[in-house]
């Protein structure tokens, strides 16, 4: 069934933090914007916190900086940074459409989840 990886893990947001679900991660895709239903930025990397501080902190010159791009609303962790590309990459091709839907599932209010990082 499409997208039904093993190696995907989605977080569910609780009040005080993001439960991962599953064993030890290696890479993350993520979504920032700025604002709800604002503009999109699907990322990856092998450290969600620190990356997600420095889009907070606007580090880096480039499209979140520019875009103002400081809200974590979706984190999903996988095994392997091979697996966590491929899925940044789908999600990349995907309409804005099925990106927002990707969010409204796990966080419909789209809270920033940055403060909630383990």
Do not use: E, L, P, Q
């Given at each position: 069934m499409p997208g039904l990886d093993p190696g995907i893990h989605v977080f569910v947001a609780s009040e005080n933090a993001l439960i991962y679900y599953g064993g030890m991660s290696g890479a993350w895709v993520y979504?920032?914007?700025n604002r709800p239903d604002g503009t999109l930025y699907?990322?990856?990397t092998n450290n969600l916190?620190?990356?997600v501080r420095e889009h907070q902190e606007g580090?880096?010159?480039g499209f979140t900086r520019k875009h103002g791009l400081k809200r974590l609303?979706?984190?999903e962790a996988h095994d392997d940074i091979q697996s966590a590309i491929q899925r940044e990459k789908n999600i990349k091709h995907w309409s804005r459409t099925w990106k927002v839907k990707l969010i409204h599932?796990?966080?419909p209010n789209w809270d920033d989840l940055s403060d909630r990082l383990t």
């Open positions: 979504i920032m914007t699907v990322g990856v916190a620190r990356r580090v880096t010159d609303v979706f984190a599932r796990t966080n």
